[in-house]
């Protein structure tokens, strides 16, 4: 078995969805000319229900199978990122400011294929639910979709997304079981002292070196309080502070991320950084003010879907492109949140090897929607077979 027959027949039409897409990118939960446009392309297949508003701007659609039967969410992304594009290409961003930058466009696209070709066939039971998903990039909105109910609302069991991957092969699918992404947390150090004419530093307290200080102190935390075997990352990312060079400015600011897997760590980690602020805060007679965000949950995939979508994708491009011992990234993804409330698995799909997502230079590769597209399908064909 390869890619579908009927969706590599309409793979023009799903380049020109793409691009239209690409070329009008919005941001966070203000998705709603993306989701304008999925509804029409819905509304066209024949979809039997379709549910607007959702998380502001998200979609849930359903097509119903013939007779009883599982019932499966397959999950999009459809939101842009806040960056100028570069790519040169005719479908570039005509929204100053804004892109594609992540493959979105590709993913919204890819699902839309595989509703299409589902609509048409109907050679499947139970249902299946398309969430078409707002804010991936911002403050989760899968995690907004999963509080509105709509894993109960529409009864999904299982639910699974595809991720474009421009660091492999064009076609080649990975994954692996357990966490695959990291937890995100984000946090803000504000450090307080009084400020004066550079001059006289003896009439100042000077915020700089405790701030100085206390970056540098994060770095232990990886390297002398976690094991060599656990993933963790702690990264500073932004230091600010003064406005002239003979100014002793009254306030720092030390902004970053942690990435971790493991809940003992991540709460370890976030200890570390508040007991080292303080602690240099102490010494330095400044006032310390740490702002923790904890965002997206580990990206966790469950085993016996992992296992199962590891063999469709194998049906769709064989078992030499499925690569199912995939090293976990530190990056994140808010499909942990419907991970935590339904069994499932996220996959990576080659694109080809080239400008990684967030760059101003990526653009998604439009030779492998018919691929994912088909994926899906067949993963519905085959849980969903008929009796």
């Given at each position: ?18 691009r ?32 607007e ?24 992304d ?42 048409e ?24 979709m ?19 991957d ?12 357990g966490?695959l ?32 200080t ?57 200890e ?49 492109k499925?690569?199912?011992n995939?090293t ?22 080659g ?31 085959t ?5």
């Open positions: 078995m390869a890619v579908v027959n009927r969706i590599a027949g309409f793979s023009d039409d799903l380049k020109e969805w793409r239209h897409l690409h070329m009008n990118p919005e941001l966070g939960l203000d998705c709603h000319r993306t989701a304008s446009f999925v509804v029409d392309r819905l509304k066209e297949f024949g979809v039997d229900e379709i549910h508003g959702i998380a502001s701007s998200g979609v849930v659609a359903v097509i119903h199978g013939v007779g009883h039967g599982p019932v499966t969410g397959l999950r999009a459809m939101d842009a990122l806040p960056m100028e594009e570069k790519t040169g290409a005719e479908w570039a961003s005509t929204v100053p400011g804004r892109m594609h930058a992540c493959g979105h466009d590709g993913h919204t696209t890819m699902l839309l294929g595989a509703a299409r070709y589902l609509s066939t109907r050679n499947f039971s139970g249902k299946v639910v398309l969430i078409f998903q707002p804010a991936e990039e911002t403050i989760g909105g899968g995690r907004i999963v509080e509105e109910g709509i894993m109960d609302r529409f009864g999904v069991e299982e639910v699974y997304a595809l991720h474009t421009p660091f492999n092969d064009e076609g080649v699918f990975s994954t692996c079981t966490g992404m990291a937890a995100v947390d984000d946090w803000t150090i504000r450090v307080t002292g009084v400020g004066g004419h550079g001059a006289y530093p003896h009439a100042c307290v000077d915020p700089i070196p405790p701030a100085l206390i970056a540098q102190g994060l770095q232990t935390i990886v390297a002398r309080n976690t094991p060599a075997s656990e993933p963790l990352v702690i990264s500073v990312t932004q230091f600010h502070s003064g406005s002239a060079s003979n100014i002793i400015p009254d306030a720092a600011m030390i902004n970053g991320t942690t990435r971790s897997f493991s809940p003992e760590l991540r709460d370890m980690a976030e570390r950084i508040r007991a080292i602020s303080r602690a240099q805060a102490s010494a330095y007679g400044v006032q310390v003010d740490v702002d923790y965000d904890r965002s997206y949950p580990a990206t966790v995939n469950h085993a016996n879907q992992t296992n199962f979508a590891a063999t469709i994708a194998a049906s769709v491009v064989g078992e030499a499925v690569d199912t995939m976990p990234e530190m990056g994140a993804e808010d499909f942990s949140y419907m991970l935590e409330a339904r069994p499932g698995s996220f996959l990576f799909l694109q080809g090897k080239g400008a990684s997502v967030h760059h101003p230079e990526f653009d998604f590769n439009d030779d492998v929607a018919p691929v994912g597209a088909s994926f899906f399908a067949r993963l519905i064909e849980r969903h077979a008929l009796k």
